[in-house]
């Protein structure tokens, strides 16, 4: 199947590339003599309780422990007005575990962060005291509706700079929409349409929630901005459906963030959902937890496509827990582009030279005229990226590095930039345009994509045979297209000389270029006897 005919990710003639500003990550490498910063925080929702440590300060979070325990704190709340009383004397067990476990990893600060069970329990504050009492010197907050939506877009904004659309951040107790304008967070409004609050408030019944989410939804005016726009969502609820589409379609990269929709796909998906009930055979790919959650994620979401007319639905990782991390960064390092970013933090753990990449990026310029800004910042990461499977066994550094970059942590990186830069890495170390182990990136790729990736990856591979990796060599070489050919110049006395494997790896990077190739010799400077 042929995924540029059914899924938005996968450019078509005349698509515009998503934009990257410039910018350069800050050092996150690892240091023995100076270990990373880490940061600890517990997210106490009406459905779950997870724990979730970071390390450094990056501009890309990195996550080194991530644990969730299904408690269903806020199940019968509905009804009772009051904490799950099974789940509050697991939910003391569990946040011990949890600060225990932040502190033995150092993570300092560590906070917790309680959602709408505990705002809106009659019981809530008697809970929060017992918490404090388990946990001393560790901060509880709980978020008001309008802070928990705040949180959540700083979270998706640190994944995707620029959203413009409305934001979606559906838990158990509640929803919270916000209107984002081009990276910056407008108005913003918390419901009580959670998984859980809507199925108790339809007496677990789907069309009866139908009618109550679409009637909730009509209350909030400012949704008819999101007419042709996008719809981010976060959570676990629709991360699930996500995975579900993802597994029925044999889209060939299992990861959720940033994973696209069109507006059409996300209907139809919902209502085999809806149709589907709590049928765990109907439904492939869907997390067993949250089967009982899965209509009313659905029901919500298809009313908020009806009452926005969003053009489609892009899925995010990230939300409040990455929100409550993206305060603790400098502006400075907020700011920086989170693609750019990810492949210096990539560059700095496996790369041998950092001043590596920039030369290759001033080396390949010449070969890409007129690029767009989008364009640029992709190749400016691939010669990030370049060299970072120089320590992996020789016989198998396409294929690691090719995986590395495919899966990388990355938030900022979108499906399609995921393919490109594995791919361009892979044909980096030699790999062929044709080889099975591409096949994933050749999937998510356009042929005008595929064919750029192949002369950037040979490119590279010619730089770092004509180099050893090594910007001073570099330095005496250029390539100048020319009147119909690619000359390869090289400058006498500098170490550099074309022998057998250099003169074929230009003849590739001509060929892919439809150019002829040619190698010149340029006299070297006269040095003093």
Known sequence: MDLREVHPDVPRPGDVAPQHAGGASPQCARDAAAPLPRAGVVDLGSNSVRLVVFEGRCRNPVTIFN????????????????????????ALTIMGRYIAIARAMGADPIEVLATAAMRDAANGPAFAEALRARMPGVPLRILTGEQEAAMSAEGVLLGVPGADGILGDIGGGSL????????????????PLGVIRLAERAGGDPVRARAIAEETLAGVPWLDRGQGRDLYLVGGAWRALAKI???????????????????????????????????????????????????????????????????????????LREGWYARLLPDAVRERDPLLAAGTDLAERFGRDQAMPRALADWTAPLFPDEPPADAALRRAACQLSDTGSHDHPDYRAEQAFLRVLRQPGVGLDHHARAFLAMTTALRYDAGPADPLLEPARRLLGPTAQQRAERIGAALRLAYTLSGGTPALLAGTALIPRGGRLVLRLVEGTGVFAGESVQRRVDNLAAAMGLEAAVEVAPGPVTAA
Not at 68 to 87: D, E, H, I, M, P
Request: proline share 5%; charged share 25%; with cysteine.
């Open 176 to 191: 919270e929409l916000v209107d984002l304008a081009n990276g910056r967070p407008r108005d913003s409004v918390s419901l």
């Open 245 to 319: 589409h993802i597994t029925q379609t044999g889209y060939p990269l299992s990861i959720v963030h940033h994973y696209v929709l069109r507006r059409e796909e996300a209907r139809d998906l919902c209502a085999a959902v809806i149709a589907a009930g709590d049928r765990p055979n109907r439904l492939p790919g869907a997390p067993a937890k949250r089967l009982a959650d899965m209509p009313y994620a659905a029901v919500v979401l298809r009313r908020l496509l009806r009452r926005t007319g969003a053009r489609r639905v892009v899925f995010s990782a990230n939300g």
């Open 67 to 90: 644990e969730k325990a299904v408690l269903g704190l806020g199940r019968g709340l509905q009804s009772t007005g009051r904490l799950n009383a099974a789940a509050v004397e697991g």
